[in-house]
């Protein structure tokens, strides 16, 4: 059995700031959890750092907030961003393009509204625990394909 706190005793004194950042128990035991990459769980430890709890919808992966957290290739973020698209641990708010980052929200928290910055998803009142559905491993498919051959030798 579980002890009660004392009264008055604020359990979040405890931690240096006062703040944390809260990912589900049952999340980091589901399946999925266990065959994400160390890239994706380290965005989402990342991601976890842009997080107010007033914000979710509104985290920025682009490679210059990033490259300040360590990442070192484009490449295995975009590997990283897609996967946990992937098991829907996070999902686009808003879709990037010129001058515009892809805007990400955690599908265990609600997504949130601030005003004056719309996105292309609403509001919601409840999490999408959209990360509990059961999904094939993940697998990396690049965008484009290269149309030259290998080693500049066309298979004959």
């Not at 980091?28 to 709890?53: C, F, N």
């Not at 490259?67 to 808003?94: D, F, N």
């Amino acid at each position: 059995m579980a002890r009660k706190p004392k009264p008055g005793a604020d359990r979040w004194a405890d931690i240096k700031g006062g703040m944390a950042f809260v990912v589900p128990v049952q999340l980091t035991r589901h399946e999925s959890w266990r065959l994400m990459s160390p890239w994706a769980h380290k965005l989402v430890a990342d991601l976890s750092t842009q997080y107010t709890g007033y914000n979710n919808g509104y985290l920025c992966a682009a490679w210059t907030l990033m490259k300040k957290r360590g990442w070192k290739s484009r490449t295995t973020l975009a590997k990283a961003c897609a996967e946990l698209e992937h098991y829907r641990v996070i999902e686009r708010t808003q879709q990037g393009g010129r001058n515009r980052p892809n805007l990400y929200a955690f599908t265990w928290r609600r997504i949130d509204r601030i005003e004056g910055r719309p996105l292309d998803v609403g509001a919601t009142l409840t999490s999408s625990n959209a990360w509990d559905a059961p999904l094939v491993p993940f697998r990396y498919r690049p965008k484009f394909r290269s149309s030259c051959p290998l080693n500049g030798l066309e298979s004959q």
